[in-house]
């Protein structure tokens, strides 16, 4: 009994440093040498594949000079970046048990997966908006009664357009796209009134049409989210390390290029443009490095 208890308390001190270790990412990365980037890979302008392991996109970028910045922080003479696709259901396991040691895609940043892990400064504030045919005749949420509205499956976009104060009566129909690619072909199709998304997923979409001027996003922003770099909980050596960086990066003026790089100029590989100004939301969050969560941003 005694070798048993003797057994389980090894078991627990070697988790216990396992842990510690995995909770020193600038140890890790010193140490190894390597540093493992999460990626998306189709998560529109901000993080997306180009294929044969070669990703792109505005937080694929940010990420890349953060970890330019720790590189010389460490004084290492070069680093290795290995990079680990995630999706929306294994981005957090991935994050907290070590596999991926920066996540760099499209995750918003609410109280709930605070409890999870932890967020650099925001970086992008997303919001979720309404596209419509052009001529459609539609501006606001009001005109959506016994409309058919279209969401990709798996997002919450519909449920947060029934939560809205001023859906309050408002009926219509949902149709669900596979992808955002199927969901904005419902609406090009006509069997759609409405395509309910984040607002750089709308407007990526509505770029890549065969005629652009055909569509409109319109209407109330639906809900404000701040997009964020996903780093592991109680770790705030690495945690400040990034946050320095993305400072660094809004007053040398490089994070506005690097919006504009790909949100406004053409981008691969169709080499076209999303055309999406930096709006007011995220200006604000740049104007006051935060890490708050969504519902900081709710309408009180």
Known sequence: MKKAWLSVAV??????????????????????????????????????????????????????????????????????????????????????????????????????????????????????????KANSGITAIGQLAGKTVATTTGTTSVQTLRKHERATGVDFKEVFGKDHADSFLLLESGRADAFVMDGQILAGNISRAKNPAEFKIVGEVLSVEPIAIMLRKDDPAFKKAVDDSIVAQIKSGDLAKTYDKWFNQPIPPSNTKVGLPLSDATKAAWATPNDKPMEDYAKK
């Not at 590189?71 to 290492?76: D, E, H, N, P, T």
């Not at 760099?104 to 605070?114: E, I, L, M, V």
């Open 11 to 132: 078991l627990l001190a070697v988790a216990g440093v396992a842990q510690a270790q995995q909770s020193d990412t600038l140890k890790k990365i010193k140490d190894s040498g390597t540093v493992t980037m999460g990626v998306r890979e189709s998560s529109g302008a901000l993080a997306y594949t180009l294929g044969d392991g070669k990703y792109a996109g505005f937080h694929y970028d940010v990420c890349q000079k953060v970890l330019a910045d720790i590189k010389k922080q460490l004084g290492l003479a070069a680093l290795d970046i290995k990079y680990q696709p995630v999706t929306s259901q294994n981005r957090i396991p991935l994050v907290q048990n070590g596999t991926v040691d920066i996540e760099c895609g499209s995750t918003t940043n609410n109280a709930t997966r605070q409890k999870d892990v932890a967020f650099a400064f925001t970086t992008y504030v997303e919001e979720v908006r309404i596209a419509v």
